[in-house]
């Protein structure tokens, strides 16, 4: 969340390249056939790679199999490439993968005498594989494989590579054993329709596979997962496998996990539609508030922000008292307490364009939600708001999040504010985090600045600043699996609250009814109306107090007249 925003920069076409592998007509694999890449784990240090510019390290964390893992950082000029020289058989076929996390990341081979492929995937903040094929000319004994980043992007990690085919002759690392069965598992967490289990990581396992009664309902690289779907109020038996390419585990000890009662999405008593804004815990120019201060426009006040401790995923929060004009803590509770006795809502936000929160596993997603759920207590939050601009863990955030659920019940406000970036495709993991809580989720209001051109969802690339672009781009969430009321439009309350992107109080009008009523759109205008859109958000409400309350006087009244 601005107001220090770093506007998300995308090369030409990289919004839109897509890949379809197809393996038809490939060589069927062999027993001969191995993975003919060496250290491809990195578990030996960089032994048999290169790395551009010194850019590459090894660390013990994050990793995606074994103890080690690549570390490259492109800096300046450098992509940060490393590279490994392969043995490869002639008129072959092989398959390359890699997985990848962290910064934008490349997979790809040269030299094979036909045709060099390569892919790649954006940021992500959980691993990813990647994965291609390619084949050999008649005359091609190597190939060099590579990994790269992307120039002035953040560093990129990278595991498991494999060169897939026949035995090339230069030899290859160990095939790996048949992993043990997880132990450890728990149940984490639960729904009305879905259960969270947690386990302990298997030294040697790629990925694990759930069952629910003996059949299997997902896959996933992580130690946790959410199964969703549940009947309310019934009880389930799950197991849980290890993976790799040696096979599948025996399954794990059984758990039971019971779903809980309650209905509907996450909320409380919040009106059909809602207003947010976010509350600045801090003086930059805009008019100092109290939270008493803020127009009764508005239905959510999330106050920005909560900060991150020394503790892995632990938050705290603290009123800036000295630079909001003396503001005392029993000031703060007091005003939170009156606009709650008048119906509002106030939550705290964690993350803004500065924020360093990382829940990335089963300990910091416990820690999330035990030191957010302190804070609701502490202060009377009504809940929180997710604002993590510099990537999340689907996995572990979603775990957090129904741990965090269970303990605040059904009454808990979850709101999320993504870039517009993060929510392009279900497969990005800001859309991926919404969709595993999705019955516990309030609103998504993205941001819909400091942004670019983006794609709509009828897959025209559209510019800022316009209907187009909030009822385009909006409409992928829409149909991408949220109720319309969990989707919300979140703008600058002025010019001054963003970089680039704001418009007009009339023009987040417009898009509002064009996407509840079909009326006032531009040139995009969506399949079908959704009357029960949630509403808008901006930033900030002292913006906007600075400029006379103009956006939440007119758009506050127009949201709460919808249909």
């Not at 909001?324 to 709650?340: E, M, S």
């Not at 699996?481 to 002025?494: D, E, F, K, R």
């Not at 107090?545 to 103009?550: D, L, Q, R, S």
Request: proline fraction near 4%.
């Amino acid at each position: 969340m601005y107001p220090i925003k770093r506007a998300t920069q995308l090369w030409a076409g990289a919004v839109t390249a897509a890949l379809a592998l197809s393996l038809t007509g490939a060589a069927q694999a062999s027993a001969a056939d191995l993975n003919n890449a060496k250290n491809a784990g990195f578990e030996s240090g960089l032994t048999g790679w290169s790395c551009s510019a010194g850019s590459g390290a090894t660390v013990p964390s994050p990793v995606h199999g074994g103890t080690a893992a690549l570390k490259a950082t492109p800096a300046g000029q450098d992509n940060a490439q490393c590279t490994q020289k392969v043995a490869v058989k002639p008129n072959s076929t092989y398959t390359l993968s890699a997985w990848v996390q962290g910064g934008y990341a490349y997979l790809g081979v040269t030299g094979t005498g036909t045709t060099d492929v390569s892919t790649w995937t954006p940021d992500s903040s959980s691993w990813k594989q990647l994965s291609t094929t390619f084949t050999t000319g008649s005359s091609t004994t190597s190939v060099t494989v590579y990994t790269h980043g992307w120039y002035g992007q953040q560093p990129y990690y990278a595991d498991d590579v494999s060169v897939y085919g026949p035995d090339g002759g230069g030899g290859g690392d160990p095939a790996p054993t048949i992993p043990s069965a997880p132990a450890g598992l728990t149940v984490s967490g639960t729904s009305s329709s879905s259960v969270s289990l947690s386990w302990s990581a298997v030294s040697n396992a790629t990925g694990y596979n759930v069952y629910r009664g003996g059949t299997k309902v997902t896959s996933v690289t992580g130690v946790s997962a959410t199964v969703s779907g549940l009947t309310a109020s019934t009880s389930y038996s799950f197991q849980v496998t290890a993976t790799n390419a040696a096979g599948e585990s025996a399954k794990s000890t059984a758990v039971t996990g019971t779903t809980t009662s309650g209905t509907g999405n996450g909320g409380g008593s919040l009106p059909k539609h809602a207003v947010t804004g976010y509350w600045q815990n801090f003086n930059n120019g805009a008019r100092v508030q109290r939270i008493s201060d803020v127009s009764s426009q508005y239905d959510i006040i999330a106050v920005a922000f909560a900060d991150a401790t020394t503790t892995p995923g632990a938050v705290t929060f603290t009123l800036d008292s000295a630079g909001l004009g003396g503001y005392t803590v029993n000031q703060f509770k007091a005003d939170i307490k009156a606009k709650q006795a008048a119906g509002k809502k106030v939550i705290v936000s964690v993350g803004g364009q500065n924020g360093t929160v990382s829940v990335s596993d089963g300990t910091s997603a416990t820690n999330f939600a035990n030191s957010v759920y302190t804070l609701m207590q502490t202060y009377g939050f009504d809940g929180v708001d997710i604002d993590l601009e510099n990537g999340l863990n689907a996995t572990y955030m979603s775990q957090a999040l129904r741990t965090l659920s269970g303990k605040a019940g059904p009454g808990l406000i979850l709101t999320m504010a993504p870039q517009t970036i993060d929510m392009q495709s279900t497969s990005n993991t800001y859309f991926q985090t919404a969709l595993n809580v999705k019955d516990i989720l309030t609103v998504v209001n993205m941001q819909y600045y400091n942004s670019g051109s983006m794609l709509g969802c009828d897959g025209k690339v559209y510019s800022q600043g316009s209907v187009d672009f909030l009822t385009a781009l909006a409409c992928i969430q829409l149909e991408g699996g949220l109720s319309p009321s969990q989707v919300g439009l979140g703008l600058p309350a002025s010019t001054s609250g963003a970089g680039s992107g704001y418009v007009s109080p009339t023009v987040v009008n417009n898009a509002l009814d064009c996407l509840t009523k079909g009326t006032a759109c531009g040139s995009f205008k969506p399949s079908k109306t959704y009357p029960a859109l949630r509403g808008a958000m901006t930033w900030s409400t002292n913006w906007d107090a600075t400029a006379g309350n103009a956006w939440s006087s007119s758009v506050g009244p127009h949201v709460h007249g919808l249909p």
